[in-house]
């Protein structure tokens, strides 16, 4: 399910038989915070309540045409529900990725002492 509001409405000037009665509203999707998500879509109202202005959930895909009266009709997306109220919890903050250790730098690899030829000066 998805949460959007209604902001206007489509008049159909041809319908197939099975969705006459059935209105058409625009749909904007929203985020969590009711930021608008993506373009806006065509939603059939499965509750025959939902008006402009008011928010609401919709279904997509077969979940859509199920929601009809008349179940398996040609809709892309359903209204299914109207919001009364939104209570919605902050996301759990994200985990940050455990520090890397600085990498060490290897020093210069000590030389091996001079061998003693016997021979001072």
């Known amino acids: 399910m998805h949460l959007g509001r209604v902001i206007g409405t489509v008049v ?16 904007q ?10 373009r806006p879509v065509i939603a059939a109202d499965g509750v ?7 928010l609401i959930y919709f279904v ?4 859509a045409a ?8 040609p809709v892309d997306h359903a209204i299914v529900g109207i919001v009364d109220q939104l209570a919605v919890e902050p996301l ?4 940050k990725p455990a520090a ?3 990498a060490v730098k290897k020093s ?9 030829t016997g021979v001072e000066k």
């Not at 759990?92 to 985990?95: D, H």
Request: hydrophobic content about 35%.
């Open 12 to 27: 159909a000037t041809e319908k197939t038989p099975n969705l006459e009665g059935v209105r058409f509203l625009i749909v």
């Open 29 to 38: 999707p929203l985020e969590r915070d009711l930021a608008n998500r993506g």
């Open 48 to 54: 025959h309540m939902a008006g402009p202005g008011e």
């Open 60 to 63: 997509g895909s077969r979940e």
């Open 66 to 73: 199920q929601a009809m009266p008349e179940p398996f009709v």
């Open 92 to 95: 759990p903050a994200a985990k």
């Open 100 to 102: 890397k250790k600085p």
């Open 108 to 116: 210069a690899a000590k030389k091996p002492a001079a061998k003693k």
